[in-house]
């Protein structure tokens, strides 16, 4: 079987899908850089020696963890304006719900990341008269962050796809995109090939990137 495709409805589309590509990476962009300031505070307060802190702390990695991005899509953009009744717009709504799962995920991996580095390390910079926060900040968390690279790609990668999901509200990024256009063309094979070819190529490059870094600071 021979599939003939209409490659001038796949040029003519390209330019379209890039402009949704574009807001597919400003939202993951985002969504990460809030996710990496949220998971970098919640993974250390689990690892605060304050119980109360370490148990809502704890809460939230498990009921982010535990209940699907959909779902946290749907309560931002649906359910918090049926409560407060005002309406959210949809990129603020993507944003916000993303970033608070992607914290979730930073912050185990953090977590992870902090309990990997010697103990040994944390008595030495509070001999050397440090404080515990000045020791984490000058001498555990350089370290830590060499050995979450990897992981920390991997969160970006996942999150570029999962960012998809926001096409449910009606945003329009990359998905989105692709949906409004098969639904005027009908030809769903070619654009969504093309969807996943540039999905494809955004993820080989970030993962490229991280190749890089990882070379560069690797942990001797």
């Known amino acids: 079987m021979v599939v003939n495709l209409d490659w001038e409805l796949i040029s003519e589309s390209v330019p379209l899908l890039l402009t949704g590509a574009v807001v597919t990476v400003e939202i993951t962009a985002i969504s990460v850089g809030l996710g990496l300031l949220i998971g970098m505070i919640v993974g250390i307060a689990r690892l605060s020696g304050v119980k109360p802190i370490r148990l809502i702390s704890?809460?939230?990695?498990?009921?982010?963890?535990?209940?699907?991005?959909l779902v946290q899509i749907f309560i931002v953009y649906f359910a918090l304006p049926a409560v407060t009744g005002t309406r959210i717009n949809p990129f603020i709504a993507a944003v916000v719900a993303c970033s608070i799962n992607s914290g979730a995920?930073?912050?185990?991996i953090f977590r992870g990341g902090i309990q990997s580095i010697d103990p040994g390390q944390m008595e030495a910079g509070r001999s050397l008269g440090l404080t515990w926060g000045q020791t984490m900040r000058y001498i555990i968390m350089p370290q830590?962050?060499?050995?979450?690279?990897?992981?920390?790609?991997?969160?970006?990668?996942?999150?570029?796809?999962?960012?998809?999901?926001?096409?449910v509200i009606g945003f329009e990024e990359l998905t989105r995109r692709?949906?409004?256009?098969?639904?005027?063309?009908?030809?769903?094979?070619?654009?969504?090939?093309?969807?996943?070819?540039?999905?494809?190529i955004m993820t080989l490059t970030i993962s490229r990137f991280v190749a890089y870094l990882e070379r560069r600071y690797r942990t001797k």
């Not at 704890?58 to 991005?69: F, K, Q, S």
């Not at 005027?184 to 996943?196: D, K, L």
């Open 58 to 69: 704890g809460a939230y990695v498990d009921c982010i963890r535990g209940t699907p991005l």
């Open 105 to 108: 995920y930073v912050a185990e």
């Open 144 to 167: 830590a962050f060499k050995r979450i690279i990897p992981p920390l790609g991997n969160e970006f990668i996942a999150m570029l796809k999962d960012s998809s999901l926001v096409s």
């Open 178 to 200: 692709g949906q409004l256009i098969i639904a005027r063309t009908y030809a769903s094979f070619e654009i969504w090939t093309a969807v996943a070819v540039i999905y494809l």
